[in-house]
């Protein structure tokens, strides 16, 4: 039988889980004050940190020889990616080239957040953890944020609402229950959670991005 991992770190770090899942920059974004700055912002870091999340997933794989992991990430992308359309939809409508993207460097946050997830692909289990908090709390932020007067922050939103998000998150909750936990993973969804946070409270400042 399973353990349900994913409901007690999420009790143990109830106050920061909330923290970010209830942040300034999600009830902006629900409410429909958020900056179109901010959001921008946001984008564009955000697409920097999928491409660098892609190859700490492919090299957490590719350090597993469990065949449970490649039957994963079938199931988890073999659908049609429509987060990737809703994306290019989104950068185009509000102005992002990809180019901007390439030349764009890194915030600190950012930095650090595609670092702590290199580090933990070393396996697979550590990748699991570190990387359940970013696709799980999206789901619940996309939950709250999906009614949003904003048009385009209501695309946003209802993509991570969706019933083919949710259908992912399930896949990533079970890969987490089916870990033995120890002391080092729950440090790693920690971690995440709290970079997941201050990931928000950059796009708010709109903080300088220095790194390369």
């Given at each position: 039988?399973?353990?349900d991992?994913f409901s007690?770190?999420k009790?143990?770090y109830?106050e920061?889980?909330?923290?970010?899942v209830?942040?300034?920059?999600?009830?902006?974004l629900?409410?429909?004050t958020l900056s179109?700055?901010s959001?921008?912002y946001?984008?564009i870091q955000?697409?920097?940190y999928?491409?660098e999340?892609m190859?700490?997933?492919?090299?957490?794989?590719?350090n597993?020889?469990?065949?449970k992991?490649?039957?994963f990430?079938?199931?988890?992308l073999?659908?049609?990616d429509r987060?990737?359309?809703?994306h290019?939809k989104l950068?185009?409508?509000?102005?992002?080239?990809?180019?901007?993207?390439?030349?764009?460097?890194?915030?600190?946050?950012?930095f650090?957040?595609?670092?702590h997830l290199l580090?933990?692909?070393?396996?697979?289990?550590?990748?699991?953890?570190?990387?359940t908090?970013?696709?799980v709390?999206?789901?619940?932020?996309?939950?709250?944020?999906?009614?949003?007067k904003?048009?385009?922050?209501?695309?946003?939103?209802?993509?991570?609402?969706s019933?083919e998000?949710g259908?992912?998150?399930?896949l990533?909750?079970?890969e987490?229950n089916?870990?033995?936990?120890?002391d080092y993973?729950?440090s790693l969804f920690?971690?995440s959670?709290?970079?997941?946070t201050?990931?928000?409270d950059?796009?708010?400042?709109?903080?300088?991005?220095l790194f390369r």
């Amino acid at each position: 039988m399973k353990s349900d991992n994913f409901s007690h770190l999420k009790d143990k770090y109830k106050e920061i889980w909330d923290s970010y899942v209830n942040h300034k920059f999600v009830n902006e974004l629900r409410e429909g004050t958020l900056s179109k700055e901010s959001f921008k912002y946001y984008l564009i870091q955000d697409s920097k940190y999928v491409k660098e999340m892609m190859k700490a997933l492919a090299r957490a794989a590719g350090n597993s020889i469990d065949d449970k992991v490649n039957t994963f990430l079938m199931k988890i992308l073999s659908s049609k990616d429509r987060g990737r359309e809703v994306h290019e939809k989104l950068i185009k409508s509000i102005g992002i080239t990809e180019t901007e993207i390439e030349d764009s460097r890194f915030s600190l946050v950012n930095f650090a957040y595609t670092r702590h997830l290199l580090l933990s692909s070393r396996t697979w289990e550590e990748f699991v953890f570190a990387w359940t908090p970013c696709m799980v709390g999206y789901y619940e932020i996309g939950n709250i944020a999906k009614d949003t007067k904003i048009e385009l922050y209501r695309e946003w939103a209802s993509f991570y609402a969706s019933a083919e998000y949710g259908e992912r998150v399930k896949l990533i909750i079970d890969e987490l229950n089916s870990i033995k936990l120890n002391d080092y993973l729950e440090s790693l969804f920690q971690n995440s959670v709290i970079l997941e946070t201050l990931f928000w409270d950059s796009a708010l400042k709109m903080d300088p991005t220095l790194f390369r």
